[in-house]
């Protein structure tokens, strides 16, 4: 029912809060389990917990009542820890009670934290505790050598530190203790700094400054003679190299040296294109106009590798089909052809789960003949029921002909208003079309002037279906009795273990792996649903639950990225904009950057504590350093990206809408980079950055127009412009 899918929901959602709590509020967590109703503040200090939320201490002292209750549970585990804040506390007490210096077994000599953006403050704690028996190094990337942390803007000042690696840059405010500025102070930094470093840098500026807590330098620096200092200047490397700055160099070199807008802006040299920013109408001429761009490169510099370039997309399930049209059309042996890779993709997007998906909504489904269609264009469904392509093909004729359009037999019509004893209920039907099917087979009247003779209690023989066509023909049947078993079976509740049997044949009855791969992509499929029923034991979970809710489970457990992400896989390397991407390029390409797409937002939820949303008219803020915000993620991420390129930066977004040509506006990110571009630099005495429109169509005329701006590989297109 559906109030089954909103509890569901519900506890999912419930879960997610409770973790996020666990990992960033476990102090709450601690004064809530000894009868605390009470939220701290980032200073440690007690405030009431709102009454609309009193429900939430309630429900964390049930849960641990009940993980106290669970004997059996305590039975099979060696520990009596309640959460995972318990078993932090437990390590910490553990790792103090250890010597100094003395390594347990187990622990390696060296830990290397490589490209990590963010972590909560139970993993840098743990981190820090190691430190003390094993050496830990901390490899993060800073997009600036000055110390930045009060240049961006917040809702809470970060309070200065005891100890802070980076100094100041001379000239510039000094924060007071308590991280607070004058009214001048902040005009000041405002107008004196980079204006990208402070939009762009708060999750950075957190997370540096939380490591800065912990680091404590006066314990090592003896080991160093001087200063280890590893920031590169790329106007250095470009001078020292004996060639000119490109425009990306600059803009780098500005963001290391915390320097301001320049009161003019200078002149780009002519042919710089290390920035490039261009608009399409789709995400198919993103890919197409790319892809031309890629070529272009390539051409035009012969140590520049298809490997040396990394395409990054806010959601790659958009992007994936359009990358495998436009990359995968051209064989090996053109020239045109660009290996290439697509990561952070999931099983979702296969066919055949798309076509497990169908099939787990069976008993909504009406079985349209568009709906079988759709299931026998996967190879592992025409593989089980011994179908070629062609095979499908007439049947898919045959049906056609024999009015087939929706509905197994009358009955499976009652719920869509239709009775079984209504007059001609089971026209049209799946059994309707099967009667015609069998009757033409027996009677064998080859056209539809026999087949009108031998009519047989009021049904019309299907006339050309053969004595060589029984294969085909049992196929179907074949085919529709499996259905009739999988509805049965979908249609009633089940407990967990039943739900695995049940799945686990319904899947036998409608796939059958057709080579290495789709075996691979089944045991992956399957892998879900045996944690699942794994968790639902140790939950002591045994009542009956809708398909509803197995499905909605099953499907977003397969929605969510492999750890096996296939990242460097060779070629040009497509993935996902997430953390831990900030490896230098010397093409680094951003598509899809439109405007409410990215930074990707995320629907609050009004009882979590963590986000203001909970804490609307309230004057105090539980906001903390290191909080995550997926805005402030993606901020961060485009930042990265701007610095990891080498060579080249291309940013492309829809700027119109296919129907109408509507005007759609870039990402606010990239809005704040042209503006910055266009404020720092001009080009023949014009804006800098202005985004060319690209054409509608791949072989619009404006790619073959003598003196046109635009360029394209697709010669075969030209052809096309002549017709």
């Known amino acids: 029912t559906p109030n089954d899918r909103r509890t569901y929901q519900l506890a999912a959602q419930l879960a997610d809060v409770l973790d996020g709590y666990q990992n960033y509020r476990a102090d709450w967590l601690e004064d809530w389990a000894q009868n605390l109703d009470q939220l701290r503040t980032p200073k440690g200090a007690a405030t009431p917990l709102p009454t609309a939320h009193s429900w939430q201490p309630a429900l964390w002292r049930d849960l641990l009542q009940d993980l106290s209750a669970d004997a059996p549970l305590h039975a099979a585990l060696s520990h009596r820890f309640r959460s995972r804040s318990d078993v932090h506390d437990a390590f910490m007490h553990a790792m103090q009670r250890l010597p100094e210096g003395q390594r347990p077994a187990g622990v390696p000599h060296r830990l290397m934290v490589f490209g990590v953006t963010s972590l909560s403050m ?99 620096q003896h080991l160093f003679a001087n200063r280890v200092d590893v920031f590169v200047d790329p106007l250095v490397v470009a001078r020292e190299a004996g060639r000119q700055p490109t425009q990306l160099e600059h803009l780098q070199s500005t963001l290391l040296n915390l320097e301001p807008t320049p009161p003019t802006p200078s002149e780009v040299a002519a042919g710089d294109t290390s920035i490039t920013v261009v608009q399409a109408h789709s995400p198919q001429r993103e890919v197409e106009v790319l892809h031309d761009r890629l070529l272009a490169w390539l051409d035009a510099d012969d140590q520049l590798a298809p490997s ?15 990358i495998h049209a436009v990359f995968g059309r051209f064989a090996a042996n053109d020239p045109r052809h660009l290996p290439y890779t697509v990561a952070d993709t999931t099983p979702r997007t296969e066919p055949l789960v798309q076509a497990l998906d169908v099939l787990l909504q069976l008993p909504q489904l009406r079985i349209t003949r568009v709906e079988w269609q759709s299931l026998f264009e996967v190879a592992a469904v025409r593989q089980r029921f011994g179908l070629e392509a062609h095979d499908v093909s007439q049947l898919d004729d045959w049906l056609t002909d024999a009015g087939v359009r929706w509905g197994l037999d009358a009955p499976h019509r009652t719920p869509w208003g239709i009775a079984p004893d209504m007059r001609d209920a089971h026209q049209n039907s799946w059994l309707f079309g099967l009667e015609r099917l069998l009757l033409g087979y027996v009677t064998g009247a080859p056209t539809e002037a026999h087949a009108m003779s031998e009519a047989w209690q009021d049904t019309l023989p299907q006339p050309g279906v053969g004595g060589l ?41 409608f796939f059958k792996a057709e080579d290495d791969a789709d075996q691979r992509l089944l045991e ?132 119109r809408r296919t129907t109408d040509h509507e005007l759609k506006p870039p990402s606010v990110l990239v809005a704040q980079l042209m503006d910055y571009l266009n404020l720092v630099w001009t080009r023949n005495g014009k804006p800098a950055c202005e985004a060319p429109l690209q054409p509608l169509q791949a072989f619009s005329p404006k790619y073959f127009t003598q003196d046109s701006t635009f360029e394209t590989y697709a010669t075969e297109d030209r052809k096309s412009t002549r017709l």
């Open 122 to 220: 139970q993993t840098v704690e743990a981190l820090a505790a190691l430190g003390r028996v094993c050496q830990v190094l901390m490899l993060v990337q800073n997009p600036c050598q000055h110390y930045w942390g009060h240049v961006v803007e917040s809702r809470m000042p970060l309070a200065k530190l005891a100890r802070q690696r980076q100094t100041h840059k001379p000239n510039l405010p000094i924060p007071n203790d308590d991280g607070s500025l004058s009214e001048a102070d902040q005009y000041t930094l405002h107008t004196a700094t980079h204006p990208l470093l402070a939009a762009w840098g708060k999750q950075g500026r957190d997370y540096l400054h939380l490591l800065d807590n912990f680091d404590d330098v006066s314990r090592y």
């Open 469 to 509: 066509d029984a294969p085909v023909i049992s196929s179907l049947l074949q085919w529709l009795r499996h259905t009739h078993i999988a509805l049965q079976l979908l249609q009633q509740p089940h407990t967990p273990q039943a739900w695995s049997d049940v799945l686990q044949q319904v899947v036998g009855l």
């Open 308 to 322: 040396d370039i990394m395409v990054m997309v806010p959601d790659m399930a958009v992007f994936a089909p359009h």
């Open 524 to 655: 992956r499929v399957m892998a879900p649903l045996e944690t699942w029923l794994a968790e639902c034991q140790l939950a002591r979970l045994d009542s009956p639950l809708p398909l509803t809710v197995v499905r909605e489970h099953w499907m977003a457990q397969l929605q969510q990225p492999a750890m096996q992400r296939r990242f460097f896989g060779g070629g040009v390397q497509f993935a996902t904009l997430m953390p831990m991407r900030s490896i230098p390029f010397k093409g680094v390409c951003l598509l899809g950057m439109n405007d409410g797409d990215y930074p990707r937002s995320q629907t609050p939820r009004d009882f979590d504590l963590m986000s203001e949303a909970a804490h609307a008219g309230q004057p105090s803020s539980h906001w903390r350093p290191g909080d995550r915000s997926r805005r402030e993620d993606d901020r961060y991420l485009v930042l990265e990206a701007l610095l990891s390129a080498r060579d080249k930066l291309y940013i492309s977004w829809q700027g």
